[in-house]
């Protein structure tokens, strides 16, 4: 017996109150806030958002405020440092890949110099994100 739900379509459905517009446009209205779970997602594990500190309302409500602009802070350091390809990463991601990086600094001829091993999974992500022209690759 054939199963509707196997194979290579993904199924999923739109339930709207929006009559007046064709099924494309709606589809492409509705599929440019599918991502806001994810950015709630990111906002309570990497930003401090799953507990509210305090009972009081203001408080909480400026503590909304502070993880929300970083947040977005956050998302305009990534769009001007990062390729596109990392976009879709998350902060937790990013600083595991890019600032939990074992190694050390050393002062040789009076510079300060980061030693990393060379076979650093993502070593070549880290000088990606940094400016290559004012750092040397030993």
């Known amino acids: 017996q054939l199963d509707l739900f196997e194979g290579a379509y993904i ?3 739109i339930v709207t109150n929006i009559y007046d517009e064709d099924k494309r446009t709606i589809y492409f209205f509705h599929d440019k806030r599918a991502n806001a779970e994810n950015i709630f997602k990111e906002m309570k594990g990497d930003f ?3 507990n509210l500190p305090c009972s009081n309302l203001s408080a909480n409500a400026f503590w909304l405020q502070i993880i ?3 947040y977005n ?3 305009i ?3 001007k440092i990062f390729d596109k390809n990392w976009y879709k990463y998350t902060a937790k991601t990013i ?3 890019i600032i939990n990086l074992a190694g050390y600094v050393v002062n040789e001829a009076r510079s300060l110099v980061l030693k990393i091993n060379e076979n650093y999974k993502y070593l070549k992500d880290f000088f990606a994100a940094l400016d290559t022209s004012q750092y040397t690759i030993l």
């Open 11 to 13: 199924y999923y459905y």
């Open 48 to 50: 401090g958002l799953k």
């Open 68 to 70: 929300v602009s970083a």
């Open 73 to 75: 802070s956050f998302q």
């Open 77 to 79: 350091i990534k769009e």
């Open 95 to 97: 600083r595991y890949r």
